[in-house]
């Protein structure tokens, strides 16, 4: 039976909180948009629901009480923000005594052989906040020296003192054995009530200390804003009277529960663009296309991810905040599975600015919500690419957010005009710079990550989300060599529409390293059973467990002595003895297929095995409910916008997007505007109208 | 005019990068040695048929880039084309040939497309152990160092050769960890050719004709920049520590137009009595890096990277050392030729001067715990030098690129405890701008057994010098058991016994209160 009721999802993006109301079954959904709220995000979200519910009831007159609202599905970039722009709180360390410096170390090695100006990440704790305390456990987590408290106090009085609002422990080992971690933390609680507390052993439990202290440092670093916006997230949807079940996606594209989201929210990190990646490939699946770049622009940073066959890569050696573009060991290591995807610093809050060789470079600083770019006419007074993009006749400045916040042009040119005196060129000159280059950073990232996935730009389809994106698509496409560019409905709330396109998936672990040979299968039929309770439970609501039919298990094998592993995975339906014998050929079959040799004589061992529970993946046809019947005439306005090609203003059609009945064709130039974005084709192109609403864009 | 587009070139270019990654990538995650997955002590190489260097995996060791690709057209000396057979793997360690110590096994896969060959792969990497004593300096001539391996046939026709496997499997302390790696390599190899032959089904381009275009264009573009300096002779000398007394490195760098040549004349003789010796090849490598560095460091390297330079070091000198010289620590050596290069270079590019720092140093211990072998080894790095622009980085490689293997590591793999792993705090040369500080790292042996263990080290004498005014990094230091020591012997460790190394901080750049 087909559920009813309705779903909301909602995204706290760094500039903009967007939320989606789906109405169950046929998929119509109702958009909405507001400017984050930094101080109070959750202040946001209540304004969405509010106005989601209200369209609700205006759409749909029939009464849809509280209760009817089946899960309420969200997603956040602010944890990234928080990190990329150094906001967080301030973190003190406790480590194994004489590994104070190991986040300073890192690994020693240059991730760029040939810069001789090689630039560092600098750690999110400085030195002064990081103390050593007296403890040992060696490797196999048996403990050499107990647990010391002396210089606790010390510790605490000087993290206190300086305005600590967060703690992180990482000790050498603790990823066997985390007690020593557990022991200190109940110490720390008892002397410092309520507060926030990450331990490696929890947040990153796996072996090499710079990697895991890093990641335990960066979930401190926004555990207490995340726990507290989930909270208050909770609060306000309560003060709706909605008790359904909150899911929050994390950054490998799956979900998990509140409560776990606010003590690892690092494994939220990309959790944002992984809806964005979700609803992409939805969108693409939709049309029979399987191999796609999502390009996803948002306020604060832009990512691009390949999927291909309908399945986006995921990596589990991720990085944040990367201090130079595209470059693999530049970042913050993270240790957590994530949507493979690269992400730069340009978003329409990136600031432009002149550097000290005199040249227009863009971001990665960004003025985010707050105080906006200078057209918000909140007192930014630095230009920004929404400011250009505004100049550029790009953006209209009285149907921004489908006219609900008016963008103030005189404060734009007054901040362009300042910066193009700078350079020694025109305003104009200026304004399509700051265009031109914000794309160029992108297709550059792109052409990279593309490249690396052995594949050809101009094989793939662009499918363009989040609400700077589809302003900026089409000249980024261009770039790259791309022909076919696809707007899904409200693109500028895509992430919302992947969460909730998404499969239910849940997912447990366990690890134990043994050779197959020795492997006891009752041992493992017991851990499997309290696996497959512990799905359940989180699966909780009786739709979400019986639509979580398909039961997988996944084992993480390698030959005894490598380091990396190979998963091997299997339909589960318990625990037999069959499983070694099909484990062994299974592994060496993958491990053929991936490197073309075994290992003669070589023992194999299993590291980690997995259980996982998901519905089954089927493409989701969203349509927008506020649609217009298709026999209404198409009227345009036009408007002057920059054309490159000709490098100048043309006067082109500006359409109002979702007047555009289905099937309808028409010619580029031209813009279609929607609420939540733009499209923005400033060149020859056939613009069509798709089934559903998406926009299909041909480069001539 | 160019058959390929400019898109067209620009991701074939980056797919050749891409492959050759991939590989690495492969190579890394079936890897057994912590050296390879955790010191990043490798490179993978793609050449064409003739063994020209064609694209390079990102993290690789900056001598391997040159070094690989000589490496297989020793091989094709020896096995010219008639003799190579789809699925052959051909093996050496030969330092001449190779990377310039045997620790270092080398092997190259050829690729044929069409029946022809068109390609080879091309590994390398550090091995947990070679056999002989641990990896140190105390040598004199090849025969003490270890196993030597000349150029056979590893792999024939997909075959591998027991009588190659048997010889190495005896001669190493931990057969199984050396065999996974080279088992790893063939995976590396493996992985190429399948993304190769992929690229040239798909795009039927020719590797000779696109081999060409990207040599020339990164040759091209090396070349302008060497003929933006101004032309004339920059001379440098760099003094290392040596033993009896210590060696000169000697670098006079002549700019001629577009040429650029580098003769090492007046450097040390070749030291007969311990393995620091540079073979020619390592000498080259280490020359051609911090200039591709220097001058056009965002063109991908290749074949045409080496094109423009010349380097000259007179036989005999330690720079170019001759059969049987013992070789195992020539990185101590070798690794001091970018100081000399930059040193040189300063007044031709006075916004890209950069004061001396410091190499690595290595350990490397071996023994048997509980009846298991392990053989484990870590680098520790040193300060950097400060640069007109900035202040020296801290404990980063350079100009090598080998990471540290972290503690925990270390401790899984061997009877270990590691008190400390810590910045030299203070250790940086004194400047405007200051040097970057190297690392105090303290452990303790805690096996029942006692273990051998060898210490590599650098500027214990001859502490990086400051620039343009700047002061001296502190120089590094050995401590065994609260006493300093001298690195050069092979230690017996027993259990309880504390080490303490220190790593010279990087030289200052002008004077202190300029700022």
């Given at each position: 039976?087909?559920?009813?009721?309705?779903?909301?999802?909602?995204?706290?993006?760094?500039?903009?909180?967007?939320?989606?109301?789906?109405?169950?079954?046929?998929?119509?959904?109702?958009?909405?948009?507001?400017?984050?709220?930094?101080?109070?995000?959750?202040?946001?979200?209540?304004?969405?629901?509010?106005?989601?519910?209200?369209?609700?009831?205006?759409?749909?007159?029939?009464?849809?009480?509280?209760?009817?609202?089946?899960?309420?599905?969200?997603?956040?970039?602010?944890?990234?923000?928080?990190?990329?722009?150094?906001?967080?709180?301030?973190?003190?360390?406790?480590?194994?005594?004489?590994?104070?410096?190991?986040?300073?170390?890192?690994?020693?090695?240059?991730?760029?052989?040939?810069?001789?100006?090689?630039?560092?990440?600098?750690?999110?704790?400085?030195?002064?906040?990081?103390?050593?305390?007296?403890?040992?456990?060696?490797?196999?987590?048996?403990?050499?020296?107990?647990?010391?408290?002396?210089?606790?106090?010390?510790?605490l009085a000087q993290a206190e003192t300086q305005g600590v609002g967060a703690i992180a422990i990482c000790?050498?080992?603790?990823?066997?054995?985390?007690?020593?971690?557990?022991?200190?933390?109940?110490?720390?609680?008892?002397?410092?009530?309520?507060?926030?507390?990450?331990?490696?052993?929890?947040?990153?439990?796996?072996?090499?200390?710079?990697?895991?202290?890093?990641?335990?440092?960066?979930?401190?670093?926004?555990?207490?804003?995340?726990?507290?916006?989930?909270?208050?997230?909770?609060?306000?949807?309560?003060?709706?009277?909605?008790?359904?079940?909150?899911?929050?996606?994390?950054?490998?594209?799956?979900?998990?529960?509140?409560?776990?989201?606010?003590?690892?929210?690092?494994?939220?990190?990309?959790?944002?663009?992984?809806?964005?990646?979700?609803?992409?490939?939805?969108?693409?699946?939709?049309?029979?296309?399987?191999?796609?770049?999502?390009?996803?622009?948002?306020?604060?940073?832009?990512?691009?991810?390949?999927?291909?066959?309908?399945?986006?890569?995921?990596?589990?050696?991720?990085?944040?905040?990367?201090?130079?573009?595209?470059?693999?060991?530049?970042?913050?290591?993270?240790?957590?599975?994530?949507?493979?995807?690269?992400?730069?610093?340009?978003?329409?809050?990136?600031?432009?600015?002149?550097?000290?060789?005199?040249?227009?470079?863009?971001?990665?600083?960004?003025?985010?919500?707050?105080?906006?770019?200078?057209?918000?006419?909140?007192?930014?007074?630095?230009?920004?690419?929404?400011?250009?993009?505004?100049?550029?006749?790009?953006?209209?400045?009285?149907?921004?957010?489908?006219?609900?916040?008016?963008?103030?042009?005189?404060?734009?040119?007054?901040?362009?005009?300042?910066?193009?005196?700078?350079?020694?060129?025109?305003?104009?000159?200026?304004?399509?710079?700051?265009?031109?280059?914000?794309?160029?950073?992108?297709?550059?990232?792109?052409?990279?990550?593309?490249?690396?996935?052995?594949?050809?730009?101009?094989?793939?389809?662009?499918?363009?989300?989040?609400?700077?994106?589809?302003?900026?698509?089409?000249?980024?496409?261009?770039?790259?060599?791309?022909?076919?560019?696809?707007?899904?409905?409200?693109?500028?709330?895509?992430?919302?529409?992947?969460?909730?396109?998404?499969?239910?998936?849940?997912?447990?672990?366990?690890?134990?390293?043994?050779?197959?040979?020795?492997?006891?299968?009752?041992?493992?039929?017991?851990?499997?059973?309290?696996?497959?309770?512990?799905?359940?439970?989180?699966?909780?609501?009786?739709?979400?467990?019986?639509?979580?039919?398909?039961?997988?298990?996944?084992?993480?094998?390698?030959?005894?002595?490598?380091?990396?592993?190979?998963?091997?995975?299997?339909?589960?339906?318990?625990?037999?003895?069959?499983?070694?014998?099909?484990?062994?050929?299974?592994?060496?079959?993958r491990y053929e297929d991936l490197y073309g040799t075994t290992v003669p004589g070589a023992a194999i061992?299993?590291?980690?095995?997995?259980?996982?529970?998901?519905?089954?993946?089927?493409?989701?046809?969203?349509?927008?409910?506020?649609?217009?019947?298709?026999?209404?005439?198409?009227?345009?306005?036009?408007?002057?916008?920059?054309?490159?090609?000709?490098?100048?203003?043309?006067?082109?059609?500006?359409?109002?997007?979702?007047?555009?009945?289905?099937?309808?064709?028409?010619?580029?130039?031209?813009?279609?505007?929607?609420?939540?974005?733009?499209?923005?084709?400033?060149?020859?192109?056939?613009?069509?109208?798709?089934?559903?609403?998406?926009?299909?864009?041909?480069?001539? | 005019?160019?058959?390929?587009?400019?898109?067209?070139?620009?991701?074939?270019?980056?797919?050749?990068?891409?492959?050759?990654?991939?590989?690495?990538?492969?190579?890394?995650?079936?890897?057994?040695?912590?050296?390879?997955?955790?010191?990043?002590?490798?490179?993978?190489?793609?050449?064409?048929?003739?063994?020209?260097?064609?694209?390079?995996?990102?993290?690789?060791?900056?001598?391997?880039?040159?070094?690989?690709?000589?490496?297989?057209?020793?091989?094709?000396?020896?096995?010219?084309?008639?003799?190579?057979?789809?699925?052959?793997?051909?093996?050496?360690?030969?330092?001449?040939?190779?990377?310039?110590?045997?620790?270092?096994?080398?092997?190259?896969?050829?690729?044929?497309?069409?029946?022809?060959?068109?390609?080879?792969?091309?590994?390398?990497?550090?091995?947990?152990?070679?056999?002989?004593?641990?990896?140190?300096?105390?040598?004199?001539?090849?025969?003490?160092?270890?196993?030597?391996?000349?150029?056979?046939?590893?792999?024939?026709?997909?075959?591998?050769?027991?009588?190659?496997?048997?010889?190495?499997?005896?001669?190493?302390?931990?057969?199984?960890?050396?065999?996974?790696?080279?088992?790893?390599?063939?995976?590396?190899?493996?992985?190429?050719?399948?993304?190769?032959?992929?690229?040239?089904?798909?795009?039927?381009?020719?590797?000779?004709?696109?081999?060409?275009?990207?040599?020339?264009?990164?040759?091209?573009?090396?070349?302008?920049?060497?003929?933006?300096?101004?032309?004339?002779?920059?001379?440098?000398?760099?003094?290392?520590?040596?033993?009896?007394?210590?060696?000169?490195?000697?670098?006079?760098?002549?700019?001629?137009?577009?040429?650029?040549?580098?003769?090492?004349?007046?450097?040390?003789?070749?030291?007969?009595?311990?393995?620091?010796?540079?073979?020619?090849?390592?000498?080259?490598?280490?020359?051609?890096?911090?200039?591709?560095?220097?001058?056009?460091?965002?063109?991908?390297?290749?074949?045409?990277?080496?094109?423009?330079?010349?380097?000259?070091?007179?036989?005999?000198?330690?720079?170019?050392?001759?059969?049987?010289?013992?070789?195992?620590?020539?990185?101590?050596?070798?690794?001091?030729?970018?100081?000399?290069?930059?040193?040189?270079?300063?007044?031709?590019?006075?916004?890209?001067?950069?004061?001396?720092?410091?190499?690595?140093?290595?350990?490397?211990?071996?023994?048997?715990?509980?009846?298991?072998?392990?053989?484990?080894?870590?680098?520790?790095?040193?300060?950097?030098?400060?640069?007109?622009?900035?202040?020296?980085?801290?404990?980063?490689?350079?100009?090598?690129?080998?990471?540290?293997?972290?503690?925990?590591?270390?401790?899984?793999?061997?009877?270990?405890?590691?008190?400390?792993?810590?910045?030299?705090?203070?250790?940086?040369?004194?400047?405007?701008?200051?040097?970057?500080?190297?690392?105090?790292?303290?452990?303790?042996?805690?096996?029942?057994?006692?273990?051998?263990?060898?210490?590599?080290?650098?500027?214990?004498?001859?502490?990086?010098?400051?620039?343009?005014?700047?002061?001296?990094?502190?120089?590094?230091?050995?401590?065994?058991?609260?006493?300093?020591?001298?690195?050069?012997?092979?230690?017996?460790?027993?259990?309880?016994?504390?080490?303490?190394?220190?790593?010279?901080?990087?030289?200052?750049?002008?004077?202190?209160?300029?700022?």
């Amino acid at each position: 039976m087909a559920m009813q009721g309705y779903r909301i999802a909602v995204d706290i993006g760094g500039t903009f909180t967007d939320g989606v109301v789906e109405l169950l079954p046929e998929g119509q959904v109702l958009l909405a948009k507001r400017l984050t709220t930094p101080d109070d995000p959750s202040r946001a979200v209540a304004e969405v629901v509010s106005d989601l519910l209200e369209q609700l009831a205006q759409n749909f007159s029939a009464l849809l009480p509280a209760e009817d609202c089946r899960e309420v599905v969200h997603g956040t970039t602010l944890v990234t923000n928080a990190i990329i722009e150094r906001k967080g709180v301030k973190v003190a360390l406790f480590v194994t005594s004489g590994t104070a410096d190991v986040i300073d170390i890192g690994r020693e090695t240059r991730y760029d052989l040939y810069d001789l100006d090689i630039e560092m990440p600098v750690p999110l704790v400085p030195r002064e906040l990081r103390f050593e305390i007296d403890e040992r456990l060696n490797a196999r987590g048996q403990v050499l020296r107990p647990l010391a408290m002396n210089g606790l106090d010390d510790g605490l009085a000087q993290a206190e003192t300086q305005g600590v609002g967060a703690i992180a422990i990482c000790f050498l080992h603790a990823y066997v054995n985390g007690s020593h971690e557990e022991a200190l933390a109940t110490a720390i609680r008892s002397r410092m009530p309520g507060v926030a507390i990450s331990l490696s052993s929890r947040v990153a439990s796996e072996v090499r200390e710079y990697e895991r202290m890093s990641t335990t440092v960066a979930n401190a670093y926004v555990q207490p804003i995340a726990a507290n916006y989930i909270a208050l997230l909770k609060e306000r949807l309560e003060a709706h009277q909605i008790s359904a079940p909150l899911r929050v996606m994390v950054s490998s594209g799956g979900f998990t529960s509140d409560q776990a989201a606010a003590e690892v929210p690092i494994v939220l990190l990309e959790s944002g663009p992984a809806g964005g990646v979700r609803s992409a490939v939805n969108t693409a699946s939709q049309l029979g296309i399987d191999d796609i770049l999502t390009f996803d622009m948002g306020g604060t940073t832009a990512k691009a991810c390949v999927s291909t066959a309908g399945a986006p890569s995921i990596t589990y050696a991720f990085e944040a905040a990367r201090v130079k573009r595209f470059k693999r060991g530049s970042g913050l290591p993270i240790l957590s599975p994530s949507i493979d995807l690269i992400e730069i610093g340009a978003g329409g809050g990136s600031i432009a600015y002149r550097n000290e060789l005199g040249l227009l470079n863009v971001g990665p600083a960004s003025a985010g919500a707050e105080p906006g770019p200078a057209c918000y006419g909140q007192g930014g007074l630095q230009p920004t690419v929404t400011d250009a993009d505004l100049m550029l006749g790009y953006l209209d400045p009285d149907a921004f957010l489908g006219g609900k916040m008016r963008l103030d042009r005189a404060s734009a040119e007054a901040a362009l005009t300042t910066l193009a005196d700078d350079l020694g060129i025109s305003v104009q000159k200026t304004a399509w710079g700051i265009h031109d280059v914000v794309n160029e950073n992108m297709a550059g990232a792109a052409r990279v990550h593309i490249a690396e996935k052995g594949l050809d730009p101009r094989r793939l389809a662009m499918v363009a989300t989040g609400g700077a994106g589809p302003v900026h698509a089409i000249e980024v496409a261009q770039k790259l060599g791309i022909r076919r560019v696809l707007f899904t409905i409200a693109a500028g709330v895509g992430s919302c529409l992947g969460f909730l396109a998404a499969p239910v998936r849940v997912d447990r672990s366990w690890s134990s390293v043994q050779l197959l040979d020795m492997v006891d299968l009752e041992d493992v039929r017991i851990v499997f059973e309290r696996l497959e309770d512990d799905i359940k439970t989180e699966l909780g609501t009786a739709d979400a467990a019986a639509t979580a039919s398909e039961w997988s298990i996944g084992i993480e094998m390698r030959y005894a002595g490598q380091g990396a592993t190979i998963l091997v995975t299997l339909p589960y339906s318990g625990i037999d003895k069959t499983i070694l014998a099909e484990l062994e050929a299974r592994f060496l079959g993958r491990y053929e297929d991936l490197y073309g040799t075994t290992v003669p004589g070589a023992a194999i061992q299993v590291v980690t095995w997995r259980l996982a529970a998901q519905s089954k993946a089927e493409t989701r046809v969203f349509s927008l409910a506020t649609a217009a019947s298709s026999d209404e005439s198409l009227e345009a306005a036009r408007r002057q916008i920059y054309l490159p090609a000709g490098d100048g203003y043309e006067n082109v059609p500006v359409y109002e997007r979702y007047q555009i009945p289905e099937g309808a064709e028409l010619a580029g130039p031209l813009i279609l505007q929607e609420a939540e974005s733009t499209i923005v084709v400033a060149r020859p192109a056939q613009v069509t109208v798709l089934e559903g609403g998406a926009v299909s864009v041909a480069l001539n | 005019m160019s058959q390929f587009d400019p898109v067209s070139l620009e991701i074939l270019w980056n797919r050749l990068i891409s492959i050759v990654d991939e590989a690495a990538a492969a190579f890394v995650r079936t890897s057994f040695s912590s050296l390879v997955r955790e010191a990043n002590d490798y490179a993978v190489v793609l050449t064409d048929a003739a063994g020209g260097s064609l694209a390079q995996s990102s993290m690789s060791i900056p001598s391997f880039i040159s070094t690989l690709p000589k490496t297989v057209r020793h091989f094709l000396e020896r096995f010219p084309a008639s003799e190579l057979s789809p699925g052959d793997v051909l093996i050496t360690n030969d330092p001449w040939m190779g990377t310039g110590h045997i620790h270092d096994v080398s092997t190259a896969m050829p690729i044929f497309y069409g029946g022809a060959l068109v390609a080879f792969s091309a590994v390398t990497s550090h091995m947990p152990d070679i056999g002989g004593p641990v990896r140190t300096n105390d040598n004199s001539v090849i025969y003490e160092e270890g196993l030597q391996i000349p150029r056979l046939k590893f792999v024939s026709a997909g075959e591998p050769d027991p009588v190659v496997e048997a010889f190495i499997r005896t001669n190493v302390r931990v057969p199984d960890q050396t065999m996974g790696d080279l088992w790893g390599q063939v995976a590396a190899h493996k992985m190429l050719e399948s993304r190769l032959v992929a690229l040239l089904d798909e795009t039927k381009i020719s590797l000779t004709d696109l081999s060409r275009e990207i040599c020339q264009r990164s040759e091209a573009a090396l070349r302008a920049a060497i003929a933006d300096l101004a032309d004339g002779e920059y001379h440098y000398v760099v003094r290392h520590d040596g033993f009896e007394e210590p060696l000169t490195i000697d670098c006079t760098v002549t700019i001629a137009g577009d040429n650029l040549s580098v003769d090492y004349t007046g450097t040390s003789a070749e030291v007969d009595n311990k393995a620091i010796n540079v073979v020619e090849a390592y000498t080259f490598a280490y020359t051609a890096f911090p200039l591709k560095a220097l001058l056009s460091p965002d063109i991908p390297n290749n074949e045409g990277s080496f094109a423009p330079i010349s380097v000259y070091a007179p036989p005999k000198t330690v720079l170019n050392a001759q059969y049987p010289a013992a070789t195992a620590a020539r990185g101590q050596v070798g690794h001091m030729l970018p100081t000399a290069i930059l040193g040189a270079l300063g007044p031709a590019l006075p916004d890209r001067r950069v004061a001396e720092g410091s190499g690595n140093s290595s350990i490397t211990i071996v023994g048997h715990e509980e009846d298991h072998p392990f053989a484990v080894a870590t680098f520790v790095n040193a300060g950097l030098g400060a640069t007109a622009r900035r202040d020296g980085r801290s404990a980063l490689s350079f100009p090598s690129n080998l990471g540290n293997t972290p503690i925990e590591i270390l401790e899984a793999e061997a009877p270990l405890l590691v008190h400390h792993r810590r910045l030299r705090h203070g250790s940086g040369g004194a400047g405007q701008r200051r040097g970057g500080e190297g690392i105090d790292f303290d452990f303790e042996y805690l096996g029942q057994a006692p273990a051998s263990s060898a210490f590599l080290m650098t500027r214990r004498i001859e502490p990086p010098k400051g620039n343009s005014g700047g002061g001296a990094g502190a120089p590094a230091r050995l401590l065994l058991n609260g006493e300093v020591v001298d690195p050069i012997r092979i230690k017996r460790l027993v259990r309880g016994d504390r080490i303490i190394i220190e790593t010279a901080g990087g030289g200052g750049f002008g004077r202190d209160n300029d700022a």
